[in-house]
């Protein structure tokens, strides 16, 4: 198989991933600025990592971890704790729904948001999940119950399993 | 409710221009880590560069001698000594020599313990006997005269301090007599007594001596510098040689006698030797006459250096049929296998003059 150099595989990460990073950002750090910033961050350890993926899957798996651990790590740092969030521009949504339901996504708890996440757009199982974050999938479970149990008080009626 | 919470998910996206400015930002740090990984390279390779050379250029400092010290009783060996003070090569000027001690046993040794383990090994394999005294020549060369006097006096201190029926005699020697023991693949120190020998006898060539023991040469200095060499009759010969203790001395007394008698004869001596033994026990070769500055300090034996023949004329002018003429000594007819009788010194020493004690 053609080994990517490279130049090649920055531009074959981005491509694949960059959506999947620059969410995972965003719904942790909730400001465009910080999410890019992570972004890059986050991109720039692949590439120092220079790690040997077995597949895409392995590949995304690993964004993923990196990306939650990175964003934890910035949640927790003094700079970010100090930093006014109320400048920052909203996301433009296309419907109002929209903007209620990512508002809640993004209020939810670090350990449920990862679950809900995960689960429901990435489309991981709860034992993937489990996997992905070092937990038990009863865990896993009991995060995704909760996350829902707190959307839907959120959300009322829009909300529906 | 999944697809209301993917499309709400579905509108947070990066900016083109954010993957344009990660990629370029990435494609950067990649050549920057290349840069830094060529530099690692080049800065590994030239220590390792520099480390070879130091090293190669440490163990050919290591290797290179900067002192010599020629050791014979006879068998002759030349040891070599670097800067460290430690012996790095030796060469074997004889057969005896070979058989006598490895190169091996020597290197890494310092002089002194060198010179005590070839005495150890002279003593087993009978060139040193218990009940007589044994001559050992050293003769140090270093182009720092200071420091090669100073390897020889641990030298001679060593073998002193533990053979108390060797007597040695040391010497310093320029690099011309170096040069030309080389050149006839002798110890210096032995050349020095042969050269000695050629002053008393025009006759003796370095070829006579060559396989002669240093005590054989050091009683017939002694005999030839005696009075009654030259004036008693055949059984008035008989050289008294007693024990040995401070040859380099007696040998400086005789150079000094010779000198002196050439002077008045206005011939002066090719030979020069020095010695910094302290001479604490003065006991004669008989029968020598004392010099009158007997009392000086014998450690300046830098002689002015002569007109006369040298060894190399020496030995082109003499032949073999001179030998005979005073005394009957034939040095090139010895043999220099170790002495396991315990009769006398050597065959060399046999051919000398019966001794009146």
């Known amino acids: ?161 | 409710m999944i697809l209301k919470i993917r499309d709400a998910l579905d509108t947070i996206n990066p900016d083109r221009d954010l993957i344009a400015r990660t990629e370029l930002l990435l494609m950067v740090k990649t050549q920057k880590k290349k840069v830094q990984i060529y530099r690692s390279l080049a800065t590994a390779a030239s220590l390792l560069f520099i480390m070879s050379v130091l090293s190669v250029a440490g163990y050919g400092y290591y290797q290179h001698p900067v002192n010599y010290i020629d050791f014979d009783i006879n068998p002759s060996l030349d040891l070599q000594i670097n800067a460290f003070n430690r012996v790095v090569a030796v060469t074997y000027l004889n057969e005896d020599a070979e058989s006598l001690i490895s190169e091996d046993t020597l290197t890494g040794c310092k002089p002194d313990e060198a010179v005590t383990l070839i005495l150890e090994a002279a003593s087993d394999k009978g060139y040193i006997l218990d009940g007589e005294t044994s001559v050992v020549s050293l003769a140090a060369y270093g182009r720092n005269e200071e420091k090669a006097q100073a390897v020889l006096q641990k030298c001679t201190d060593a073998v002193s301090s533990q053979y108390e029926n060797v007597a040695v005699y040391c010497t310093t020697v320029s690099s011309d007599l170096k040069v030309e023991a080389e050149a006839v693949s002798m110890s210096a120190g032995k050349l020095c007594l042969i050269k000695m020998i050629q002053t008393l006898d025009a006759t003796a060539t370095v070829d006579d001596f060559r396989d002669a023991s240093v005590s054989s040469i050091v009683h017939r200095i002694a005999y030839l510098s005696s009075d009654e060499n030259t004036d008693a009759s055949d059984d008035s010969k008989k050289t008294v040689i007693p024990d040995i203790k401070d040859v380099t001395s007696q040998m400086q007394r005789i150079q000094e006698k010779i000198h002196s008698g050439d002077e008045q004869a206005g011939e002066p001596q090719s030979f020069h030797s020095s010695s910094q033994h302290d001479g604490t026990e003065q006991i004669d070769i008989s029968p020598l006459p004392k010099p009158s500055d007997n009392g000086s300090d014998h450690s300046n034996m830098e002689q002015p250096v002569p007109a006369s023949p040298t060894p190399t004329d020496n030995l082109q002018t003499s032949g073999q049929d001179t030998i005979s003429s005073t005394p009957p000594y034939r040095g090139n007819e010895q043999n220099n296998s170790p002495n396991t009788s315990g009769q006398s010194h050597d065959n060399a020493t046999r051919n000398l003059p019966p001794s009146t004690n």
Not at chain 1, 81 to 102: G, I, M, N
């Open chain 1, 1 to 161: 198989m053609h080994e990517l150099t490279s130049c090649e595989k920055i531009t074959a990460a981005l491509e694949k991933h960059s959506n999947m990073v620059y969410r995972i950002c965003f719904l942790y750090l909730k400001n465009k600025e910080e999410a890019e910033d992570a972004f890059q961050d986050i991109f720039l350890r692949y590439i120092q990592a220079d790690m040997v993926f077995e597949s895409d899957e392995h590949e995304k798996t690993w964004l993923c971890r990196v990306s939650f651990n990175r964003c934890k790590d910035i949640l927790k740092s003094f700079r970010f704790r100090v930093a006014s969030l109320d400048s920052v521009p909203e996301p433009s949504y296309e419907t109002p729904s929209q903007s209620d339901v990512l508002e809640a996504v993004l209020k939810l708890p670090a350990k449920y948001k990862d679950a809900i996440y995960l689960h429901y757009y990435e489309g991981y199982t709860s034992a993937q999940i489990a996997k992905m974050l070092y937990c038990s999938e009863n865990a896993v479970f009991s995060q995704l119950s909760r996350g829902r149990k707190i959307l839907k008080e959120r959300l009322g009626d829009d909300f529906e399993d």
